[in-house]
């Protein structure tokens, strides 16, 4: 079964038609998008729809995951662990993410999972990213943000634990 005929028969099942379910250039690529709010205002969704929307991808609602209230630190999270099942049963081509840090929090786990990603045919799209080629320099870029951010989050810890109280 060809990519296409596997999204009309995945939009026939949702009982979606084809005016709801694709944007106007007619692209049947789906995406998965994954919203990590840092806080209730701080909301990441409706700019990854509109990502998606500029870029011409289908969502579909059960190809939202979010994990609200739990840790990014950690991989076991019902939303990643749900997103990661479906990245392997290959029913999205596309990850649409507001930010590296926003998938998971440290370092360690964001190459584990953006190997993984890779593996599964799955293009990963940061909101909060400029447009990367794929070089080894792209890569370093990437490799130096998450490890930045680790050590942030590490330090903004350890700051709180060592301030005196006033």
Known sequence: MTRKEE???ERQRQ?????????TSGCDLRAGVLGQA???ADD???????LAAARDLLVVEDLVF???GVS???LRRPGLERLRDLAVEGRFEVLL???????VRRYAYQVLLLEEFQRAGIEVIFAK??????TPEDELLRQFQGMIAEYERHSARGMSLVMPRV
Do not use: I, M
């Open 38 to 40: 840092a806080s209730r």
């Open 7 to 9: 999204s009309d028969s």
């Open 66 to 68: 979010e994990d609200e």
């Open 72 to 74: 990014g630190t950690v």
């Open 97 to 103: 993410c507001h930010a590296p840090d926003r998938l």
């Open 129 to 134: 990213e400029p447009e990367r080629s794929g």
């Open 44 to 50: 990441p969704q409706p700019a990854l729809r509109e």
């Open 15 to 23: 009982g979606l038609d084809d005016g709801e379910a694709v944007r």
